[in-house]
């Protein structure tokens, strides 16, 4: 398996802005391509699964390294990288499962390469930002000739690598709004070692008043053809009050709501087994970041 | 086939190269301009063997364009010190016993050199997370976690 060159030629532009990047886009045809930090698309260029005949950097643009506050929202453009992501967390801890994803995401350098934009357009099942950006209702933004729109990212994601952006659309930005006070979140995979793709993942954002839970999201990895968001869960915890046993008939109902397969990361069986107990572990960890007795 | 011009600066030293798309900065330093130092290993981002400084921060140069490179600045370990006036990194390597086949150790001490302009006192599980991105196939990693913390209180940004 070449995982040493890049075989196929192709031509290379780096557009400073998004007007001329969409010029590009529909001059070269096709098989042009975006292109922002290159940690999946080159790996998959190295072993021959795509050809492009165009790439077109995103990376020079600089309406997509925006990240700031803003009007209820946190904007973070689609070419920032996961290292600025992570010290924009270690300052501000309203995302604690964005900032527990992003730590186990890759390693150094390929957090200082890969974006967020880019493991969203890969749309990988096992992508370890989705499920911390559904359970925190994000939305993404897409430009194309056509215009601008906005899609909630659980209405993104339709298969595996397919999402609802159309390969002459540029998403731009990743928009999540202001979280509600007394909301935990947290994100943990099970994975061989740190870095490694995720067996399963789970991420949970959990709204509580003592010990009632007012509201939560649960989104999984690895576990459907999308990142997966659930949906008997939280409906069944919402304002009751929790106990361990309440959260064991919860994670049976995740086990039973999932539809892993089996490949040569984990078996579905195992998947099914241990996304009940990941579940409590995560929901667990939230609850207790939410404040309060744990 | 569209060749690009690419200009940066390799080891504080200009330099200008021709280049196709899909020339990755790794074969260009390595076949072009025999910057044989930096390590060809797994090619897909995992083992960090092809680490260099790219405008001071450790990135693989397997996933790295060499058109990426444009106007940009190229450290590689080589450019860190020589024989006659090593790194602080380097010589603690070397006195530590961290370089067993060597394979590695311009990508470790890339990724340590990256790590100590970021945080130049880290723990011991600080420099552990820092290089969890380059694999040592002989498993010297405790006299190399040693050798890093030993030289970062001898290392300055400037070094």
């Known amino acids: 398996m070449n995982t040493r060159i890049l075989k196929a030629e192709f031509d290379y532009f780096a557009p400073a802005s998004i007007g001329e990047a969409l010029a590009l886009i529909a001059q070269n045809g096709p098989t042009a391509r975006f292109i922002a930090g290159g940690t999946d698309l080159l790996v998959q260029m190295k072993l021959e699964t795509v050809a492009p005949g165009c790439l077109i950097s995103l990376m020079k643009i600089s309406e997509l390294s925006v990240l700031k506050r803003e009007k209820g929202f946190l904007r973070i453009g689609a070419a920032v990288t996961w290292d600025r992501i992570l010290a924009f967390g270690s300052e501000d801890r309203s995302y604690p499962a964005l900032d527990d994803a992003v730590r186990c995401l890759g390693k150094v350098q390929v957090r200082r390469m890969g974006t967020i934009g880019g493991n969203l357009c890969t749309a990988s099942p096992a992508a370890d930002s989705a499920p911390a950006l559904l359970v925190y209702d994000s939305r993404v933004r897409l430009v194309s000739a056509r215009g601008r729109r906005t899609l909630l990212l659980d209405k993104y994601f339709l298969g595996v690598q397919q999402t609802a952006r159309a390969a002459d659309e540029i998403m731009t930005e990743i928009r999540i709004p202001a979280p509600r006070p007394d909301v935990g979140g947290a994100f943990q995979k099970l994975a061989r070692v740190g870095a490694d793709i995720s067996k399963i993942s789970c991420a949970v954002a959990v709204e509580r008043k003592g010990r009632v839970c007012v509201s939560c999201r649960v989104a999984m990895g690895a576990v459907a053809p999308v990142p997966l968001m659930i949906r008997g869960v939280p409906e069944f915890l919402q304002e009751k009050t929790v106990t361990a046993s309440l959260l064991v008939t919860a994670g049976r109902m995740i086990s039973d709501e999932i539809r892993p397969i089996t490949d040569v990361r984990s078996t579905a069986e195992y998947r099914k087994q241990v996304a009940g107990v990941l579940f409590r572990d995560v929901f667990q960890k939230a609850w207790t970041r939410a404040g309060g007795e744990p | ?159």
Not at chain 2, 28 to 45: I, S
Not at chain 2, 89 to 100: C, M, T
């Open chain 2, 1 to 159: 086939m569209t060749t690009y011009p690419v200009r940066f600066l390799l080891n504080g030293t200009p330099v200008e190269v021709d280049v196709a798309a899909q020339d990755t900065l790794l074969e260009t330093l390595r076949n072009k301009l025999w910057a044989t130092e930096v390590k060809n290993g797994c090619g897909k981002g995992d083992c960090g063997c092809c680490a260099v400084l790219l405008d001071g921060r450790a990135v693989n140069s397997c996933l790295t364009l060499a058109v990426q490179a444009n106007g940009k600045e190229v450290v590689t370990v080589k450019g860190l010190g020589n024989e006659d006036d090593p790194h602080p990194l380097q010589e603690s390597f070397i006195r530590k016993g961290a370089i067993q086949c060597g394979f590695c150790t311009a990508g470790m001490i890339v990724s340590a050199k990256s790590l100590l302009d970021e945080n130049p006192r880290p723990s011991p599980d600080e420099i552990r997370e820092a290089v969890s991105g380059n694999l040592c196939r002989c498993t010297g990693y405790k006299k190399i976690i040693e050798a890093i913390s030993d030289a970062a209180p001898k290392c300055s940004p400037s070094d």
